[in-house]
């Protein structure tokens, strides 16, 4: 299944997928810009084989939208550019890892909507995902799509980015599609690749534009050809903002349902609490929905390994041994943060949703996690404490620490969930010899890879770090 021409999508929404089309024709790119983009969490690319490349995106006739009927909780909503603001200049930026190679490009581009929740561009989904990324040939693009980014490279470089101008988030919908756009039209921002797949990812704030963008946006522009929702809350963003009318989405928001391109939603086990299971959805055709037992919405991972991890074990080893000696609580959280197995399985979900846009064929069904209450939502636990049901990994099945979602303090306490290593009592009572333990890995392990939940060079790697440790001792 590759990119969709016009005369693909439904009849009533052709005319408008055409205006639209005709003013992402007007966006201009600039570059490569020379020197080095402001981004953190940029692994050493040219180790990897990869290279990193920014670009300016400017329009003069960007526009923002209205909805056209009431916004329902069905996700089944109508949009149309608002009047008034199709004359609106921005130039942003956008920043892309690709081979160096191009005989190693397999078609597929990654395009995230920066995370701006920390008050300046994080590309939270590169840092979870780039080992997969990498590994198959795709490239990835980020995209300042809110002020707050545009701000934030701005203070941070004020000669490289002096031109830079967003006119504010109502225009950010406006802004992702014609990047894509740009991706698949303009060869200079690939180095002359040519894509074939594009999917859309997000993670927290930018989750919950997406689920807009995906409600209100796509159905006039389909640029994107499925969509990775990552850790979205329980309403979409707000589809026009100050200074423009405010115009908020509802809680909940479901994903419609009415949709050709794929979408898949990963939920993190603090996203589901949260949320108050307000959002959660049956699989479809074109819908999965993954809840990851034992995970946060951020964890040590994302914090700090993820930014050194190039693929050859060492973040694995360093992984597991956070599960058994972790972090100190940050600042006056409570609790030590998440070592959980978040990033593996976000990696099946990336490569299954690729394979799902290729194929036709659906990545597996997840279980969801078991709820023992349901205001507040509690879930059910294991002796040791660790969440029943839901996607498993062996960081859970053949656990050496208590992994949840659960954290408090002040500031993003909340976000990053809780590791207690298990006592050398319990570690003694589940594995009486390091064989015994490494067996029960194992087979954790291959379960994950026959459900569909865990990648083999993944499944690799996670054995060679348990093979690699001394539990139970």
Same mark, same amino acid.
């Given at each position: 299944?590759?990119?969709?021409?016009?005369?693909?999508?439904?009849?009533?929404?052709?005319?408008?997928?055409?205006?639209?089309?005709?003013?992402?024709?007007?966006?201009?790119?600039?570059?490569?810009?020379?020197?080095?983009?402001?981004?953190?969490?940029?692994?050493?690319?040219?180790?990897?084989?990869?290279?990193?490349?920014?670009?300016?995106?400017?329009?003069?006739?960007?526009?923002?939208?209205?909805?056209?009927?009431?916004?329902?909780?069905?996700?089944?909503?109508?949009?149309?550019?608002?009047?008034?603001?199709?004359?609106?200049?921005?130039?942003?930026?956008?920043?892309?890892?690709?081979?160096?190679?191009?005989?190693?490009?397999?078609?597929?581009?990654?395009?995230?909507?920066?995370?701006?929740?920390?008050?300046?561009?994080?590309?939270?989904?590169?840092?979870?995902?780039?080992?997969?990324?990498?590994?198959?040939?795709?490239?990835?693009?980020?995209?300042?799509?809110?002020?707050?980014?545009?701000?934030?490279?701005?203070?941070?470089?004020?000669?490289?980015?002096?031109?830079?101008?967003?006119?504010?988030?109502?225009?950010?919908?406006?802004?992702?599609?014609?990047?894509?756009?740009?991706?698949?039209?303009?060869?200079?921002?690939?180095?002359?690749?040519?894509?074939?797949?594009?999917?859309?990812?997000?993670?927290?704030?930018?989750?919950?534009?997406?689920?807009?963008?995906?409600?209100?946006?796509?159905?006039?522009?389909?640029?994107?050809?499925?969509?990775?929702?990552?850790?979205?809350?329980?309403?979409?963003?707000?589809?026009?903002?100050?200074?423009?009318?405010?115009?908020?989405?509802?809680?909940?928001?479901?994903?419609?349902?009415?949709?050709?391109?794929?979408?898949?939603?990963?939920?993190?086990?603090?996203?589901?609490?949260?949320?108050?299971?307000?959002?959660?959805?049956?699989?479809?055709?074109?819908?999965? %929905? /993954?809840?990851?037992? $034992? &995970?946060?919405? #951020?964890?040590?991972?994302?914090?700090? +390994?993820?930014? !050194?991890?190039?693929?050859?074990?060492?973040?694995?080893?360093?992984?597991?041994?956070?599960?058994?000696?972790?972090?100190?609580?940050?600042?006056?959280?409570?609790?030590?943060?998440?070592?959980?197995?978040?990033?593996?399985?976000?990696?099946?979900?990336?490569?299954?949703?690729? %394979? /799902?846009?290729?194929? $036709? &064929?659906?990545? #597996?069904?997840?279980?969801?996690?078991? +709820?023992?209450? !349901?205001?507040?939502?509690?879930?059910?636990?294991?002796?040791?404490?660790?969440?029943?049901?839901?996607?498993?990994?062996?960081?859970?099945?053949?656990?050496?620490?208590?992994?949840?979602?659960?954290?408090?303090?002040?500031?993003?306490?909340?976000?990053?969930?809780?590791?207690?290593?298990?006592?050398?009592?319990?570690?003694?009572?589940?594995?009486?010899?390091?064989?015994?333990?490494?067996?029960?890995?194992?087979?954790?392990?291959?379960?994950?890879?026959?459900?569909?939940?865990?990648?083999?060079?993944?499944?690799?790697?996670?054995?060679?770090?348990?093979?690699?440790?001394?539990?139970?001792?």
């Amino acid at each position: 299944m590759g990119p969709r021409s016009a005369w693909s999508i439904r009849p009533a929404r052709l005319l408008l997928v055409l205006a639209m089309g005709a003013l992402a024709l007007t966006s201009c790119i600039e570059g490569p810009i020379a020197g080095t983009p402001s981004l953190a969490g940029i692994i050493p690319l040219a180790s990897v084989g990869y290279q990193q490349q920014e670009f300016f995106l400017s329009a003069e006739d960007a526009t923002a939208y209205q909805a056209t009927a009431p916004l329902t909780a069905d996700g089944r909503w109508s949009a149309a550019p608002a009047p008034g603001t199709g004359g609106t200049t921005f130039v942003t930026r956008i920043v892309v890892h690709r081979p160096v190679d191009p005989a190693r490009f397999d078609g597929t581009v990654v395009v995230e909507w920066m995370n701006v929740t920390a008050g300046l561009d994080l590309g939270n989904d590169w840092i979870y995902a780039h080992n997969e990324i990498v590994r198959s040939g795709a490239a990835w693009v980020g995209v300042s799509a809110q002020v707050v980014g545009v701000n934030a490279v701005k203070a941070a470089d004020a000669t490289r980015y002096a031109k830079l101008v967003h006119p504010g988030d109502s225009y950010s919908y406006d802004i992702f599609t014609r990047a894509g756009r740009a991706v698949r039209d303009n060869p200079t921002v690939l180095g002359g690749l040519v894509p074939e797949r594009l999917i859309a990812t997000g993670e927290s704030q930018s989750a919950s534009r997406l689920v807009t963008y995906i409600d209100a946006v796509h159905p006039l522009v389909h640029v994107y050809d499925g969509f990775l929702v990552h850790s979205r809350g329980s309403s979409g963003a707000p589809l026009s903002q100050s200074p423009l009318p405010s115009v908020s989405t509802p809680s909940p928001s479901l994903i419609r349902d009415d949709l050709d391109e794929p979408v898949f939603v990963v939920q993190a086990e603090g996203d589901v609490i949260s949320s108050n299971l307000a959002v959660r959805q049956p699989d479809t055709a074109r819908f999965r %929905e /993954w809840e990851l037992a $034992g &995970t946060a919405h #951020a964890d040590t991972y994302m914090a700090g +390994v993820g930014f !050194t991890d190039v693929g050859d074990g060492a973040g694995a080893v360093q992984m597991f041994s956070l599960m058994r000696n972790p972090n100190p609580p940050p600042s006056d959280c409570t609790s030590s943060p998440n070592a959980g197995g978040h990033h593996w399985t976000f990696q099946a979900a990336l490569h299954g949703l690729d %394979e /799902w846009i290729r194929t $036709g &064929t659906p990545p #597996a069904s997840g279980p969801p996690l078991l +709820v023992a209450s !349901t205001s507040p939502v509690v879930l059910q636990r294991d002796a040791v404490g660790n969440a029943l049901g839901g996607v498993r990994s062996p960081h859970v099945d053949a656990p050496v620490a208590t992994l949840t979602g659960i954290n408090s303090g002040s500031g993003f306490c909340r976000l990053f969930g809780s590791t207690v290593p298990l006592t050398a009592q319990q570690l003694a009572e589940r594995y009486p010899t390091h064989e015994a333990f490494v067996d029960a890995w194992r087979t954790a392990t291959e379960a994950a890879v026959a459900g569909g939940f865990l990648l083999q060079p993944d499944a690799d790697e996670l054995l060679a770090a348990a093979q690699a440790s001394t539990v139970p001792s």
